[in-house]
């Protein structure tokens, strides 16, 4: 689509997806933009271009060139984390992965934690110091579904406190559709805290 040479990609890779797979989650993805210029890209090929740069972890920058240009891999990334079209692919396959175990397709409880870590090399943006837990980085906030499947997730400096941290986060739990969420169990004391107001 992109030039004769790049309409299938070459190589097959332990991160592609199949057809298949792709096709369960395709109606999700935006469509091509009316007007202008028609897409000439593939969305499949840029789907295994993405998930070959978080399971190999190399830069867009460094992708092989049976990918699609790597400009135009990170627009589709960065447009879809956007206008939370990622989102609503993670919410459909958990969804289905919780149907698959026979359970209800939406959770009716959560548990909320927090996890300092170590700042990677080159990061330099929301770094702090975790007085608790000695470490200077960076802290996750996670909610998570009983079948530990992620629901909702923040990413701080370490010196965020665990309450402050929970106030960023719960509300993105309570906007999750459909709402279910019967109970929120906190696992560490700043959290519990937070959970009684």
């Given at each position: 689509?992109?030039?004769a ?60 060139g ?17 206008d ?41 943006a ?39 941290g ?32």
């Amino acid at each position: 689509m992109y030039g004769a040479l790049r309409k299938l990609m070459v190589k097959e890779y332990p991160s592609n997806l199949n057809r298949d797979q792709f096709d369960l989650f395709s109606d999700l993805l935006p469509p091509a933009k009316p007007g202008g210029r028609p897409r000439t890209v593939d969305v499949y090929a840029v789907i295994n271009a993405i998930l070959y740069v978080l399971v190999e972890g190399v830069r867009c920058r460094a992708l092989p060139g049976d990918f699609p240009p790597w400009q135009t891999v990170y627009m589709y990334f960065r447009n879809w984390r956007k206008d939370g079209t990622w989102q609503r692919i993670h919410d459909r396959l958990r969804e289905w992965y919780r149907i698959e175990q026979g359970r209800q397709p939406s959770p009716s409880e959560a548990v909320i934690d927090s996890q300092s870590v170590k700042r990677a090399a080159g990061v330099n943006a929301a770094v702090g110091f975790d007085a608790g837990k000695q470490i200077k980085g960076r802290k996750r906030f996670l909610a998570v579904e009983t079948l530990g499947l992620v629901m909702a997730i923040f990413v701080t400096a370490a010196s965020t406190p665990e309450r402050d941290g929970a106030k960023t986060l719960l509300p993105r739990v309570k906007a999750l559709k459909p709402r279910s969420i019967q109970r929120l169990s906190p696992v560490c004391r700043g959290l519990q805290s937070q959970q009684s107001e």
